[in-house]
């Protein structure tokens, strides 16, 4: 029954911690938005929607969402 149940917590904390909204609708992660801005080059734009979702709903979510880069603006290619 303890096995179980710590099973059944594993999971449910896994789920909820990959659940961030970047990540989930924020569609494909681009390579710019996985690489850090070198010096000189402008600095990446957040997604604040998806940020304040991600504070307000699970906080721990915006910490996947940075990790992956999903929180990133995707890059406007000319």
Do not use: E, H
Not at 39 to 44: D, I, K, V
Request: aromatic share 6%; charged share 15%.
């Amino acid at each position: 029954m303890k096995k179980q149940l710590l099973r059944i917590s594993t999971v449910v904390l896994i789920v909820l911690t990959l659940s961030s909204c970047a990540t989930v609708f924020g569609g494909k992660v681009s390579q710019c938005q996985k690489t850090k801005p070198v010096a000189g080059q402008p600095s990446r734009s957040v997604r604040g929607g998806a940020l304040v979702a991600d504070i307000l709903l699970f906080w721990p979510g915006t910490l996947v969402d940075f990790a992956t880069g999903a929180i990133y603006k995707p890059c406007n290619k000319k």
